[in-house]
């Protein structure tokens, strides 16, 4: 399972639709992990924790542009009880696609991968414009997230011996640490690469 900000699924793939600004909604992106006698191959389902107008939306809308990169569409369901999207503070949906244990879904992935994620892109322009969203002033890049403040210092520095310049963000419960300032979405994706050939996990933020 993959959490990933939309943001994020910006930098995953940069192509020359889409004009790498921020939406604020959050895409959970999951293989399915069982096999049932019913199984389809190639489908997808989104789930939602309580319908609303804005979720129902999103879901409907990439559940419909991942049909016609070649999954079945196996509509939108509630479920009020899934963690994961129960304490959001953004539209959230959970998009299961294809199951990870069938080769034919696998395939599906590898041959289509950046229609699956233009497709998903696509879905969450038409839900949300990203025309009315508002440009960050700043991006970074997060490379830890920590519940005490004294292993978010030992990170940064280890960052800043590596020639690094960063700080320490806290939003409560947590310490992040946000590296560079860069001002376009391009740059942080530069960035990124650059921390992540460095062994970094990472994720872009940005602060208006």
């Known amino acids: 399972m993959f959490i990933i900000p939309a943001q994020q699924m910006y930098t995953i793939h940069q192509t020359k639709k889409h004009s790498l600004q921020i939406c604020p909604v959050e ?21 939602i924790y309580q319908h609303n107008d804005t979720v129902d939306t999103l879901a409907e809308n990439i559940n419909r542009q991942l049909e016609n990169v070649g999954f079945k569409n196996l509509g939108v369901e509630e479920v009020p009880g899934l963690i994961v999207l ?68 030992y990170q940064l520095e280890r960052l800043q011996i590596l020639g690094f310049d960063g700080q320490i963000h806290y939003e409560e419960p947590y310490y992040g640490v946000w590296i560079g300032k860069p001002k376009t979405l391009d740059e942080a994706v530069l960035l990124q690469d650059e921390l992540r050939r460095s062994g970094y996990s990472t994720l872009i933020v940005s602060k208006s």
């Open 27 to 47: 895409i959970i992106l999951s293989h399915f992990t069982e096999t049932p006698a019913w199984r389809i191959i190639c489908t997808t389902q989104t789930l």
């Open 86 to 153: 129960r304490k959001t503070e953004m539209p959230a949906v959970l998009v299961e696609t294809g199951f990870i244990n069938s080769d034919i879904d696998n395939q599906l992935f590898d041959q289509k991968f950046d229609a699956i994620v233009d497709a998903i892109v696509t879905g969450i322009e038409e839900s949300i414009p990203l025309s009315a969203q508002q440009v960050p002033e700043h991006y970074y890049v997060q490379t830890g997230l920590f519940k005490y403040d004294v292993n978010a210092a």
